[in-house]
T-cell receptor, first 116, second 114 residues
Framework: AQTVTQSQPEMSVQEAETVTLSCTYDTSESDYYLFWYKQPPSRQMILVIRQEAYKQQNATENRFSVNFQKAAKSFSLKISDSQLGDAAMYFC?????????????FGKGTKLTVNP | SQTIHQWPATLVQPVGSPLSLECTVEGTSNPNLYWYRQAAGRGLQLLFYSVGIGQISSEVPQNLSASRPQDRQFILSSKKLLLSDSGFYLCASEGTGRDQDGYTFGSGTRLTVV
């Protein structure tokens, strides 16, 4: 079974600075999807960024980018120019490529604090 | 794009009382639907998922059950709540772009069993 590990329960960053959140996963599959979700204090889960494992190019979405290292099974999230609104829980998630009812497997999350 | 309606937003129920949480989806047809529970300070635990009307799969044995009476309706129930059922419950949908888009989540229900 796939597992997702986020080794940083909490992180903090100064406003306008850059922070990187770590995520590693374990799988025997070669094709899969990886996601980062943001959960602000409102508890609404918001998709931040996704990466297809067969794509070598790292995904980017505005200030958010990932460093996807397939061989190392690592999927870190970099937030540039951090803003106060970035403060939230961040969850890394894995999904099989096989389709059907494949569930998302989540890590336990990293709480990000942004200091003004 | 999909929209998920989940209610109620908060609920306080006594031990031994029944439970019914409802989730409806707009903007897609034949979605895969999921119920997750999030305990305080922890990640998301998958409780149930459904690939179609009347089709329910349970991930963990527990005091809860789920039903899918219509294509875009997913209900989480319990006949008698336990203190350990307290938590934050999230409904999620995976629509027609299911290979790529991850999930769309509802706004959640905070359940406190007293």
């Amino acid at each position: 079974a796939q597992t997702v590990t986020q080794s940083q329960p909490e992180m903090s960053v100064q406003e306008a600075e850059t922070v990187t959140l770590s995520c590693t996963y374990d799988t025997s599959e070669s094709d899969y999807y990886l996601f980062w979700y943001k959960q602000p204090p409102s508890r609404q889960m918001i998709l931040v960024i996704r990466q297809e494992a067969y794509k070598q190019q790292n995904a980017t979405e505005n200030r958010f980018s990932v460093n996807f290292q397939k061989a190392a099974k690592s999927f870190s999230l970099k937030i540039s120019d951090s803003q106060l609104g970035d403060a939230a829980m961040y969850f890394c998630a894995y999904r099989s490529f096989r389709g059907g009812s494949e569930k998302l497997v989540f890590g336990k999350g990293t709480k990000l604090t942004v200091n003004p | 794009s999909q929209t998920i309606h989940q209610w109620p937003a908060t609920l306080v129920q006594p031990v031994g009382s029944p439970l019914s949480l409802e989730c409806t989806v707009e903007g897609t047809s034949n979605p895969n639907l999921y119920w997750y529970r999030q305990a305080a300070g922890r990640g998301l635990q998958l409780l149930f998922y459904s690939v179609g009307i009347g089709q329910i799969s349970s991930e963990v044995p527990q005091n809860l059950s789920a039903s899918r009476p219509q294509d875009r309706q997913f209900i989480l129930s319990s006949k008698k709540l336990l203190l350990s059922d307290s938590g934050f419950y999230l409904c999620a949908s995976e629509g027609t772009g299911r290979d790529q888009d991850g999930y769309t989540f509802g706004s959640g229900t905070r359940l406190t069993v007293v």
